[in-house]
Structures are given as structure tokens and as C-alpha cells.
């Protein structure tokens, strides 16, 4: 109800700290700033997206995503068997061969790359949208309820007051 009357304007709101709603403003901030940084580099780590949702749901259900071959590492094996078809001794084998191990290198590179940013980076922004963003949340849920319930106690002591005056009057 005192929300309610609140939002209408037909009740007094007790405002907050300028400083403690500064603190608040950020924290969103900061959430919002976390969520974009964070669905970006997932989509920059893994552009597929049904690949990103698989990997969400056995993340979900703690299971084990399955390793994946980059990119890279799939040009690397086309390259050494077209070479081994060629035949190794050939220009073009040849060169088939030395690139197709440089470009498994790079695979394996970008695969370690996506496994430690998802570790070092993805991890900890995961802990504060999981963590401390809902402690952060729940502790203004409760802090919101609570000044609710100091303002209708304020409105009803109000009343009373208004009550007891016309009382004393008549």
C-alpha cells in the first residue's frame, strides 16, 4: 500500500544518503557494464551460437563440455592429409605439410587462448553477476522493505496524531 500511495504521490517517500544512492547507481552500473562485457566476450570466444548455447546447458547441468576442434585445427588436418595425398615429397605436399603444422599450432594457440580468458576473465565477472550481485540485490530488497515499512509507520503515526488533535479540538 505504501508503495503504491508512493507511487501515485499521495504518500511520503523517506529519500536515502545522496552518497549510499551514488553507491547505488554505480553497483547497477557496474552490473550492466558486466553483463555486456561479458555476453561479448563469450561472443567473441565462441561466435556459434548454438555452440555457446550447448555449452550453457552442460554447464548447467555440471557436465563436462566436450573439446571442440578449432578452426584452425581442422585447416591443419585437411592440409597434412591433402598433403599425404599429394604425396610428401612433392613442392606442394611440402608446403602443405609445414603450413598445416604451423596452422595446428595456431589452433591449438586459440585453444588455449579461449581456455585461459574463459578461467582468468570470464570466471571472476561470472562470480560477481552469480555472488555478489545478488547479495548486493537482495540486501536492497530488504533495505527498500524496510523503509517501505518505516514510512507507513510514519503515515499511520500521522493519522494518529491528526486523529488525536481533532479529538483535543472537539
Not at 598445416?100 to 560477481?128: K, V
Request: charge should be positive; glycine fraction near 4%; aromatic fraction near 8%.
Amino acid at each position: 500500500l505504501q508503495f503504491t500511495e508512493e507511487k501515485l504521490g499521495q504518500a511520503e517517500k523517506t529519500e536515502l544518503d545522496a552518497h549510499f544512492e551514488n553507491l547505488l547507481a554505480r553497483a547497477d552500473s557496474t552490473k550492466n557494464w558486466t553483463e555486456k562485457i561479458l555476453r561479448q566476450t563469450e561472443v567473441l570466444l565462441q561466435p556459434n551460437p548454438s555452440a555457446r548455447v550447448e555449452e550453457f546447458l552442460y554447464e548447467k547441468l555440471d557436465r563436462k563440455v566436450p573439446s571442440r576442434v578449432t578452426n584452425g585445427e581442422l585447416l591443419a588436418q585437411y592440409m597434412t592429409e591433402a598433403a599425404n595425398d599429394f604425396g610428401p615429397g612433392t613442392p606442394y605436399g611440402k608446403t602443405l605439410i609445414k603450413v598445416g603444422e604451423t596452422q595446428r599450432r595456431l589452433g591449438a594457440a586459440e585453444r588455449e587462448f579461449i581456455h585461459s580468458a574463459s578461467i582468468n576473465f570470464l570466471t571472476p565477472l561470472r562470480n560477481f553477476l552469480e555472488g555478489d550481485w545478488r547479495t548486493i540485490s537482495k540486501e536492497r530488497r530488504i533495505l527498500q522493505n524496510r523503509r517501505l515499512d518505516l514510512d507507513a509507520c510514519k503515515a499511520r503515526l500521522k493519522k494518529a496524531k491528526a486523529a488525536e488533535a481533532k479529538a483535543a479540538v472537539t
